[in-house]
Every structure is written in structure tokens, then in C-alpha cells.
């Protein structure tokens, strides 16, 4: 072994010497090929760089660029060899590397950056200390290693060393930059590089910005709800890149965002721009799905239902997804029959329904008061092996509790915890709200000490309700303990002194005989259909359809875009969580609206409305909907109207709780007319919650408008909700009080049949029916008696 080694450094001098003693006649290109050929195998050998030493000192030999750039890309010579190479030329007083090494250097190490990620950045330090400057092409190529190997922060970190490296890069070097922070979840950093790429470009250089940067941003804005970012970082797309979105993906993401948004007529016009271009930008099955999941969102199943079936006949075959959007839309928007009718086709193509499918499906069943069907669903769910997950329990007790099956629910509350599974915060809160609505106080304190200790944080929608329940209970004595029980300290305190603060700015308050402010303008509740925007035929005429075309539907609802009107939204409410004095936002102006308005305290509640508009608080949907019902239920009715009327101006889509305050309104002022006419509108393409269709049967019963609200009770039926006991006892009540007794008697046999349980309001009102027919059997013994 030490015989090959004298040998190899025998033959390295002698290379040595043949190169620095070279006769004329040697061309330039064979001595340097021979020296990177003894270069690289003295560094290949045991011993790496100490060979490159003539007798402990080193050799003659003068390192250069040339040199070491040919080192650098030899092929056949491991990286941890070059690293070795490029340290031992940089100690060499005689040769400073130049930004071409620097840049070969990097470039090598990017083959694997993670493992060479220390060297890149201690490398990277010596060109700073040194003044190399680091080029543009050499920056994006280490930026984009990071980013596919995933290291986006250390992406991210290479600006760090690079100082003032955005103000000299070239265009393109941008879209790296733009990649790296999106994936990274730096967004306002990614808004400010984009909008900079995008002022640093013009005409020819727009060539220069990468779409699919554009469009990853596009997407986590979309993901982050960052909704005016998203529409800014659009509008400045089409103003600067010509037919933008460009590709089919880039619409996708685009229809689907602005749908769920709400903005229908931007998804439908971007559906007809690509229908227009056509070629490459033909619709594809995600185009559908996401056109689908915006017209369900909005409301517009029906017109979801027709695309679902023009998708079968496109010659797209719908997926998982496919199903699951419209199961969810069905469900979401009580249309069960549908939804079963789907669920077992999407069964029957050989889709698996997942955790997500069957909790929509088991939701809408009890919503619609089809407990049977609820529980069997879910033990065909166990049996399929699919796992239930802690919103599928939250989704059973929570339906229990509505279905009136309390005990029941609060049984399986007490199993799971039992077990010690599928059970959160969630399902905490949700047996806490349903025992605060009975007034049990006590309990729901208790729950809140077992909810704590078991790390759960207490959240702004218990808190909510337990304070209502307090308030409504005039148990003052329970805030303390309350107090002493929520994970942050910092919360209730910060709570009470914000409702004295509150309170304080609240001084005198209204009259009785005016306990509401002038804050509203008044109107009158007759023009509410001036509301409802007129809504066409949905069905396109034969004239405009296209017979060639795979989506004649969905062309005829592109072109009558600008009608779409939204009457409804599907939408839910999101839990608040609690987060210290950061909730006193609108979410603490509607806990303490609800408390005020439980009480009756209308004149305080406006007063609270007013003080935190004039701060700058916007109010949501459920602040005006608490208003409006509470005006509709003291008769100031041309005041709701007011409320309506602003909330149409500054919110701009009602909801299924507005649509019922507007039922009740017209009840009260006797027009049943205008609410058959409102019914009929909502209808068109809108849906009906269980409380719009039990309201809307007992303001047209009230109206003597008996026809119509049995039309109201089939329609609820065929849509696939189940009449509750609250549909039975108004329809009990009114033909009763209206002298309709046979009829009356008829809804009570179907209300036995249907194994609905009777609850106290139902005893009252058969009370007031069996009075009702022994007065009609006196009443007709009288007449016998008399005609003989």
C-alpha cells in the first residue's frame, strides 16, 4: 500500500513538472486535460487534497477559473471531493474565487441540497465577506432545488444572505422567489413579490412570469379566504397577461373560488370565456365540479341537479368528488329524496361512500325529522366498515337533541365519554347549549369544570349561551363560578369588563311606548316583493340551444348570468373560538344582542347595535335577523322593514332565518297572500328549512288560506322532510280555531300514525279541539231538539 502511494506521488511531480516546464510543441488543451486528469485522481485517492503537497507545502501550481471550473464539473468525482478542491484553491493567497466558481460550486451542491444545505449557506457567507455578487441564474437554480425538494424555508433563508437580491434579479428569477413563499404560507410576502414581478414587466417581458406561480398563489389566497387579495391578484392578471387564466386549470381554480364566494355570475362568465375559446380550454370533469359544488352553494339546486345530469351525458364520468358536492348540496339543502336517490347510485358505480358522505347524508336526515332513517344509516355505516369520526357522533347527539330524544342523546354522550373517544370540545358544547335552552344552569356549569379539565377550550359559542342562560335564569350568583372554570383567565374578566364599559355608554335609553331607535329608515313590509328579485323561466327556449353542444344547460345559465339572482345561500355559520380580548368583535355584540333580546330589552339591544356600528363593527347576518325578529314580534313592522331593507344593501344574500322573520312579519300583518307569492319565488330555485315550511303553514292557516298550506305540507313531504310535532300542532290548531274539526281530527290521526310524540303544546291544543267538539255536538243536539 505505501509503495502505491510513493508511486502515485512520484507520477503526480513528474505531471507537474511536465506542465510547468513544457516544451513548445505541447498544445495548451492537452496540459490542462492532463492536469484535471492528475488532479482529479489525487483527489480520488486516499488522502483527498494532501496529495496535491510536494513535501508538506504545496506545489507549484497556481490555481485558476479555468481550473477549477474543470474540476468542479468532472463528472467522475464525488461532490465531497470538489468541496475539498474549493476549500484547498480558497486558502491559496494567489486565487480568489470568481462568481462563475461560486456559482459551479452551488450548482454541484445543489444535487442533493438537504445534505449539503450547511455548505450552500456557509458558502454563500463567503461571497458576502468577499463582494462576489451572487447572478440571477445561479439564485433561481438553488431556490428552485429547495423548493422541489421541498425545504421551502430554507428557500426562504437564501434571501437572508443575499442582500438587496430582489432589486436586481431578472423577471423570471421572481417566479421563484413567488413559489417559495406561497408554498412557505409567507402570503403577504407573495403578494408584494408578485405585484413587484408584475410592475417590473412589460409588453414582451410578460413572457418572463410564470403562470403556474400565478395560479399557486391564486389558489392558497383562495385557501386562506383571503377573498380581496384574490380578486386583486385577478384583476391585475387580466390586465397584464392576455387571455388569463390562460389554461383549464387556472379557470378552475378561478370558478371555483369566486363561486364559493358567492360571486355565481363571475364562475358562470368565466364558464362562457372558455366555452368561447375552446381548443385546449375545453371543460373538464373538475371544471363541472366545481360549477356544481358554487350553484349548491349558493342555494341553486336545482339548477345543480340539471348540470349533474347534463355532466353523465357530456361524456365526463362523475368521481368521488362528483357524488360527495352533490350529496352535500342535496342535504345541506333539505332535498333528502335526492340525496338518497344519489347516494345509492353512487353505490351502485362502484363508489365507496366515505366519513364525509355518510355525516351529510346522517345530518340531513335529522334535519329533515327522519330519526329511523338517521339510525339506520348509521349502523349500514358500521356495518360497511366506514369509520366514524367525532363529527359523526357531534352530527347523532346533536340531531337527538333536536329530534326531542334528549335522553337518548345525553346516553350516548355519556357512553363515548365512558369509552374515551369521539369526544371534543364539540360535543361538549353541543349538550351544554341543549340543557342551557332547558334551563338546566347547574348542569351546564358542571359539564363546563369537566370540559376544562380534560384540556378542551371552552369556545365563544358556549360561553354565548351559558351567559344567555344566565341572564335568562336572573342567576347573577353562577358568573363567578363560571369565572373559575374557562382554561384562559383572561376571557371572562375581560367579558364582564367589557359589558360594563358597554353598559355605561348605554345610558338613557328609549321610552317604552318607542323602545327603538331612528336608526333604520322605514318602509313599508307590502313592497317586500319588491325584495325578492324576479327570477326567470330556468328552463333555456328551444331557439337557444346549441344541439352540438355538451352543456346546453350550463351555456343557458352562462348567458342569463346577470339573473342569477341569489335569494339563498347554503352556507353555515363556523364555531367561534375564543381568543381573549380579540373576540370582542361582532361575535360579542351578538352575545349580549341575544341576551337583551331574550329579555325583551329591544331598547338596549338598538342601543348596542348603534354604539358598535358608529365603531366600526360590521354586522353579519344573524345581527339583523335578532333585529328583525324582534321588531316583527313587538309590531313594529315598517321598522323590520328598515332593517331589511339595509342588510339588503350591506350584507346583500338572506338567509333561511330572514326568510322566516319575513313570514312572520306578513302573518302579523294578515297577508297571507304576499307570503304564498314569496314561497313561490324561494321556490324557483332557493330551498326551505323545517321552520320556514312549520311557519309559512301557520301564517297561511292563520290567513284562512287552508289550500294552499296543505300544498305547503305536500311540498315539504316530497321534498323529503318529515312533518314534526310542531307541523301537526299547527295544523291541528288552525283548522280547529277555524271551526275545521273534521279536519282537525284528521291531522290528529296522522300525527299518531306517524309516531310523532305529542309535547305540551299539543295537550293545550287538544284541549282546545275536544272543547271545540262538544260545543259542535251541543250546538247540533240543539238543532235536533228544535226541528222536532
Known sequence: MLHGR???????????????????????????????ASIGKSLSDPGGTRNLLNNGESTSISPSDSLVLEILTRSSLYVCKKIDFFKWCSLNHNYKPSAAAYSQMLKTLCINPLIHKDYIFNFLSSMNLEGVVLDSSTFKFLLDSFIKSGNFDSALEILDHVENILDRLNPDVYNSVLVALVRSNHLNMALFTFFKLL???????????????????????????????FRNVFDKCREKIKNFPVSVRGYNVCIHAFGNWGELEISLNLFKEMKEKGGSLAADLCTY?????SLCFNGKVNDALVVWEELKRSGHEPDDFT????????CKCYRMNEAVKIFSEMQHNGFRPDTVVYNSVLDGFLKSRKVMEACQLFE???????????????????????????QAAYALFGDLKKKGRFVDGITYSIVIVHICREGMVEEALELVEEMESRGFVVDL????????????????DLMDRLLKHIKNGNLMPAVLEWKANMEALMKDPKKRKKDFTSMFRKGDFREIMSLVTSHESSSPSKEAIDPWSSSPYMDHLADEAKSQSQLLISSRGKRVQEKGVDSFDINMVNTYLSIYLTKGQLSLACKLFDIFTDLGVNPVNYTYNSLMSSLVKKGYLNEAYGVLSEMGEKVCSADVATYNVIFQALGKMGRADLAGAVLRKLTEGAFLDMVMYNTLISV???????????????QMKKSGINPDVVTYNTLIEVNSKAGRLKEA??????????GCAPNHVTDTTLEFLEKEIIKEKQKHNIQISESL
Do not use: W
Not at 507520477?11 to 492532463?34: A, E, G, Q, S, Y
Not at 365540479?289 to 359544488?293: E, M
Not at 366506514?386 to 329530534?403: E, H, M, P, Q, W
Open 6 to 36: 510513493r508511486r502515485t506521488t512520484s507520477l503526480n511531480k513528474t505531471l507537474f513538472r511536465l506542465i510547468h516546464v513544457r516544451p513548445k510543441t505541447t498544445k495548451p488543451k492537452l496540459d490542462t486535460f492532463l492536469l484535471v
Open 199 to 229: 410592475d417590473s414587466v412589460t409588453g414582451v417581458d410578460v413572457k418572463f412570469i410564470d403562470l403556474s406561480a400565478c395560479i399557486e398563489l391564486l389558489v392558497a389566497l383562495r385557501k386562506a379566504g383571503m377573498k380581496s387579495e
Open 289 to 293: 365540479n366545481c360549477l356544481i359544488q
Open 323 to 330: 357524488y360527495r358536492i352533490i350529496i352535500q348540496g342535496c
Open 380 to 406: 349500514k355505516m358500521v356495518d360497511d366498515g366506514v369509520r366514524a369520526s367525532c363529527c359523526t357522533y357531534n352530527i347523532l347527539i346533536d340531531g337527538l337533541f333536536k329530534n326531542r330524544r334528549g
Open 461 to 476: 359559542v358556549t360561553i354565548t349561551h351559558l351567559l344567555v342562560a344566565i341572564n335568562t335564569e336572573s342567576r347573577s
Open 700 to 714: 297561511l292557516g292563520k290567513g284562512g288560506r287552508f289550500d294552499e298550506a296543505n300544498r305547503v305540507l305536500e
Open 745 to 754: 281530527r284528521i291531522f290528529l290521526k296522522m300525527m299518531v300514525d306517524a
